[in-house]
């Protein structure tokens, strides 16, 4: 009985239990992306770049995932329904030289296309094979703290001709859009407080004309 109560706390035990759970939830934000309005670009197969997001328990499901088509690159177009502040990514492909090698995210760029991946990302990952998606890797926080649109370039693999992508995970936090208020704190930002204080007052002024 003493034995199995050690063999149950040891580490690895209780992490295999509990962990997925709660990785699970933070990986939820998948279910936050507009998925009609999702592009791959240079996808094999016309859909195939939405099959790789999904549940945090289908991470490991081989009988999802997307091929590029013309040569190693893939790049997502990922529309949110909200505000996402993005925290980590995870990206798992196969045990061999199609695995993607390096990504780079950009943020807000709605139809961003591959004339548009010699801009300057907001961060860039070398990355390693990862066929058991464990591997997170953290984003600078402050930049992608208000996104409504992530473009995810892989800009290679391992030498192989092709890449293959099993399981893309986005952690992070997500609020609802409100277009309307983003503008107000926008322009309060930028105003200039003693025209501020002039605008408020006048309205209350009834001499002036």
Sequence with gaps: MSGH?????????????????????????????????????????????????????????????????????LLF???????????????SGENDSSHPAEI???????????????REPEQAFRLNRDPAAELEYPTKIARFSNVQHLSIHISKNFGAE???????????EYSEAHRHEVTICNYEATANPADHKVESII??????S
């Excluded at 780079?104 to 010699?118: A, E, H, V, W």
């Excluded at 092709?162 to 992070?172: D, Q």
Aim: aromatic residues 10%; glycine residues 12%; charged residues 30%.
């Design 5 to 73: 109560g050690h063999g149950h706390g040891h580490g690895c035990g209780c992490e295999g239990e509990h962990e997925p759970a709660e990785r699970g939830l933070e990986y939820g934000l998948y279910q936050k992306i507009d998925l009609e309005k999702l592009q791959c670009l240079n996808e094999s197969r016309d859909g195939d770049g939405k099959l790789v997001f999904k549940p945090w328990d289908q991470r490991n499901d081989r009988n999802k995932f997307v091929d590029s088509d013309a040569d190693e690159e």
């Design 77 to 91: 177009n990922i529309p949110f329904t909200g505000s996402v502040k993005l925290k980590g990514i995870i990206i």
């Design 104 to 118: 780079r995210l950009y943020k807000n760029i709605p139809q961003m296309s591959f004339d548009d991946t010699g």
């Design 162 to 172: 092709s890449t293959r992508v099993y399981y893309i995970g986005l952690r992070g």
């Design 203 to 208: 309205p209350q002024t009834n001499f002036i």
